[in-house]
């Protein structure tokens, strides 16, 4: 074994990604969990720890639930999993949209108990006050525009927008709102192609999508959903890995060993 020290890692940071619009694209996944994390991090350039964790890890069915102390428990989790990724902090329902004050008191509260690099948080020319308060107190902010999930009960659920073209405009007006207002990075969710490719003419500052096509600068996906442990993951998701099934593979292959008493004993292990 090499005694030689690791070098240190320096984290990809908030410049470095607002620097590659229109570059090579952007790789970026969520993650809420030291270990996958720790995978994650040796290929994203950014690691979101989403509020989609209500749903995916705590079986909520809608993120609005979601607590700001659950996101500050799993996003140290993921800043103590990885060392190369930048790591950016979800703001859930709740946390922000009242003003810029309650904003900054919770934003610099993730900032500081979890470690992480920025903050998301969602809306467009609505949040923009919010954004330029925010970017001017030294909180890196990425915006969340399209579809956006903490707003599924007056949208009327998970719906793709900009299905009607008389509704672009104000999409396009977000996401120059949130890039004016400072923002140094914008996730474009459930938008029609054309639509997402206006949007990332429209802005000098990286679109990443999430069923928004290939017309962004970035995509990002929900781990659980690539990784085929989700039984019905989003149409728009490619499904690399088999998750489920290997679990269940590993799970009943372990009942059967303990029911046969084949676990390790104590001579085998502890001798
Ligand atoms: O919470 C989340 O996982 C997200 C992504 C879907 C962008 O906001």
Known sequence: MSTEPQKPVRRITVPQIAARKGGEPIVSLTSYHAHTAAIVDRYADFILVGDSLGM????????????????????????????RALVVVDMP????????????????????????????LEGGARMAET???????GVPVMAHIGLTPQSSHVMGGFKTQGRDADTWPAHIDDAQAVAEAGAFCVVVEGVVEPLAARITEAVDIPTIGIGASAACDGQILVLEDMLGLNPRPPKFVKVYGALAEEIERAVSSYAEDVRQRAFPTEDQVYR
């Open 56 to 83: 995916v890890m705590h079986g909520m069915e809608t993120t609005v639930g979601v607590p700001l102390d659950l996101m500050i428990m799993h996003g140290r989790a993921v800043v103590r999993g990885t060392r």
């Open 93 to 120: 329902f709740g946390t922000y949209e009242e003003s810029p004050n309650v904003a900054f008191r919770n934003a610099a509260k993730i900032m500081k108990e979890t470690g992480c690099g920025a903050v998301k």
């Open 131 to 137: 954004i330029r308060f925010l970017t001017e107190r």
